[in-house]
């Protein structure tokens, strides 16, 4: 079974950049596409996009086009989500998850998440 | 865009059954899936394709989709169902989450 790891909790300020990691292990990892979730305090959950490491075909939420980037080492099994110039509103719990198909998918394991802080 | 609507709390006694509703335009045409989030955990799938429930979630749980709403139906609420529950559809070309309904078990 795939498992998802996530690197650690980040601190950032305005403007500066950030790229974190979600590792999978287990069969197949490259096969599945990886996607982003977004949790915003208290709020509901928001998808950014995914992504298939065996190629890197990646598709994005038109609500996060040009926010993010998404990306993949398929030699280490390992997704990322990156951003150039953090703001605030940035904070936030990031989950990456699991998909067997990118169009009408359903996510069927999930990371543990990272948590952003952007804070002057 | 395509909005899906859930109440904002539902609660349950024990034993008792909870009904948590997730409304869209003509749902019943997508396949709904439901996710159940602890406090400070990590969202997991307990009902994919409007009604199958993946290995390991409790026969409790179960779902139902037709017309404008879908339906996710916890049998026999216990304690540890006490979560944060969020639906999810498909539209176009984009994941859609509902603001999710918090259950409390009392």
């Known amino acids: 079974e795939v498992q998802l790891v996530q690197s650690g909790a980040e601190v950032r300020k305005p403007g500066e950049s950030l790229k974190i990691s979600c590792q999978g292990s287990?069969?197949?990892?490259?096969?599945?596409?990886i996607g982003w979730v977004r949790q915003m305090p208290g709020k509901g959950l928001e998808w950014l996009g995914f992504?298939?490491?065996?190629?890197?075909?990646?598709r994005y939420s038109p609500s996060f086009q040009g926010q993010v980037t998404i990306s993949a080492d398929r030699s280490i099994t390992t997704v990322y989500l990156q951003w150039t110039r953090l703001q605030a509103s940035d904070t936030a719990i990031y989950y990456c998850?699991?998909?067997?198909?990118?169009?009408?998918?359903?996510?069927?394991?999930w990371g543990h998440g990272t948590p952003v802080t952007v804070s002057s | 865009s395509y909005d899906l609507t859930q109440p904002l709390s539902v609660s349950v006694a024990p034993g008792q059954t909870a009904t948590i509703t997730c409304g869209g335009d003509?749902?019943?045409?997508?396949?709904v899936q439901w996710y159940q989030q602890m406090p400070g955990q990590a969202p997991v799938m307990v009902i994919y394709?409007?009604?199958i429930r993946p290995s390991g979630i409790p026969e409790r749980f179960s779902g139902s989709n037709s017309g404008n709403t879908a339906t996710l139906t916890i049998s026999r609420a216990q304690a540890e169902d006490e979560a944060d529950y969020f639906c999810?559809?498909?539209?176009?070309?984009?994941?859609?989450f509902g603001p999710g309904t918090h259950v409390t078990v009392l």
């Open positions: 287990g069969d197949s990892f490259t096969r599945f596409w």
């Open positions: 992504i298939f490491p065996e190629n890197s075909d990646t």
């Open positions: 999810q559809v498909w539209d176009t070309t984009t994941v859609v």
């Open positions: 394709r409007d009604a």
């Open positions: 998850a699991r998909s067997h198909i990118p169009v009408d998918p359903h996510f069927d394991s």
């Open positions: 003509n749902i019943e045409t997508k396949n």
